[in-house]
């Protein structure tokens, strides 16, 4: 079998997806899209080298990827894009213009399957409509905005999925949830179960060929007796860091705990009342997510709202536990009390309690280390599991 995985953005989740259905003997072929504007997708950045719109040439990708990440993906094709990405008239017919080459290269090359990861506003659309006549599918690793407030170029391409009858593939039971539920509030036709199926993702591999800076590594184990509860990634309100700032302050009245939040936006909270903290506001790159999963204590994600994280599977390859809310992403992932605390309240006292059981049980973390390594080995979370899942949903 012969498929294109076309991923917009989430490579960290793509790439292992690519090589173990390699690693099954189907002929993949992958293809890495950037947008101009932010030319860093994590896996490969290219901001300190932009890159023009198209692809980029062979040599420029294999020196950014690296000896390690080359080999990991030997045994499949990898080729990058660079697209517009513009918004407005200004950049319409740009847009269009590389949406149809990407599609004409696509389509000459007579994939049986093509499996569109995530999407991209007004770009993806294009692409999506562009290559409506092949055997398409459709990965969603969201499905309607956190606020609510969904735009309405990704409206347009959930529509489109039931219009054209696309196979799609959720990440969550929520998401799929949320998916049929806006399907059937605009089409009465009889829904066909076999077009939609929840096939986990697993841990990110990738990160293993990232090197952690030495005088970090050093930091971190000199720095032992304070224990650091981290919180990463972009910085937005409903990821409820201002829950996690006023538990860190219950919990430092009775002992000592240092806060790391790092991450790009716009802070919507302030440390006042902090005894000690570390505030990285900006894009984090792969060897500084590392660094700090190394040397943390835990991961805490307050979030408000959440169908599906990729937190979990950044953190969980270094055997770290996440205290999170009590969302269907994260409880769907994280086992109460087994691979991390789950808690039902959304309020600071709440998260400081489950915070502090697990900042003062050493033997409890371990325990949790242990739990995280056995889960992902075997069984529904294993990437070679979901291989042979993807597949048998391409050939049905």
Known sequence: MKIALVSFYCLDSTMPLAKHLADENVDVHLYGLMPQFNQNVFVIDFTNNRQPNGFIKSDILTQKMGKGLCNYLSVLTTKFFIFPAGSGKRYLFSDIYYAWRLSRHLIRRKFEVIHLIHTSGRFSLMVMYLLRNQHLIQTLHEVTAHTGDTDSDNLTTLKNLVKYEIPVIFHSLISKERFLAFRSSISSKPLNNDLYKMIRFSLYETYDFFSSN???????????????????????PYKGIDILIDAVKIIQKTQKVHLIVAGGGDPYFNFDGVDSYEFINNTISNEEIINLIKKCTLVVCPYRSASQSGIPMTVFPFQKPIVASNMDGFKEVIEHNITGLIVDKMDAASFAHAIDKLIMNEDLRQKMANNIKNKFVKGEFSWENIAKETISFYLQ
């Open 214 to 236: 030495e005088k970090n590594e050093k930091e971190q184990t000199t720095n032992r007796t304070i224990p650091i509860v981290l919180h990463f990634g972009r910085i937005v």
